[in-house]
């Protein structure tokens, strides 16, 4: 079955500078690829998503990557403000079974003002 | 006009009690789901739902019995609660297997 690894688990940068989360899998026919982002005590929403046939997706201040050669995809949030401070999971499906979402364990985001 | 939604929000309960929690979309998605999240925040897949039926069922124990009374609702019933247990579960649906799942608030069960 698929594996997500992600890293790093926690994440502490300064307001304005950007954040990288990195994330691996395992199933080379897996092919949507979400992020989503929880605050504290609050359900999981999706933030972006990128598809197979796709290398790169940006919207406003968050972009994500995918290399499928070497199965990693990554998030970029660049001028961070305290507000994305959050456990951010990045996710893949499984190739074979579409119906499953295999998440990362999460980054706890946290932005320093 | 809350998207999913789940019931009860919080859930205590003691060891060996059977409780159930209900979830409903008005998204009109054909698939349904239910995740485990544990202390450290891992979001596990338990269940999901397609049209009804039954399509993944991860190595969940017999005590977890999901049932779809139809496509908007998804119910979870845990029999012989154990400490074990204690966690957020998220219930979520989505139009497709590769499409965003939309989550609901999440019970939080708590085994004493």
């Known amino acids: 079955g698929e594996n997500v690894e992600q890293h790093p688990s926690t994440l502490s940068v300064q307001e304005g500078d950007s954040a990288v989360i990195k994330c691996t899998y395992s199933d080379s026919a897996s092919n949507y690829f979400p992020w989503y982002k929880q605050e504290l005590g609050k359900r999981p929403q999706l933030i972006i998503d990128?598809?197979?046939?796709?290398g790169e997706k940006k919207d406003q201040r968050i972009a994500v990557t995918l290399n499928k050669t070497a199965k990693h995809f990554s998030l970029h949030i660049t001028e961070t403000q305290p507000e994305d401070s959050a456990v951010y999971f990045c996710a893949a499906n499984s190739g074979g079974s579409n119906y499953k979402l295999t998440f990362g364990k999460g980054t706890l985001l946290t932005v320093n003002p | 006009d809350t998207a999913v939604s789940q019931t009860p929000k919080y859930l205590v309960t003691q060891m060996g009690n059977d409780k159930s929690i209900k979830c409903e979309q008005n998204l009109g998605h054909d698939t349904m789901y239910w995740y485990k999240q544990d202390s450290k925040k891992f979001l596990k897949i338990m269940f999901s739902?397609?049209?009804?039926?039954?399509?993944i069922n991860e190595t969940v124990p017999n005590r977890f019995s999901p049932k779809s009374p139809d496509k908007a609702h998804l119910n979870l019933h845990i029999n012989s609660l154990e400490l074990g247990d204690s966690a957020v579960y998220f219930c979520a649906s989505s139009q497709g297997p590769s499409f965003e799942q939309y989550f609901g608030p999440g019970t939080r069960l708590t085994v004493t």
């Open positions: 739902y397609n049209n009804k039926e039954l399509i």
């Open positions: 990128i598809r197979s046939n796709v």
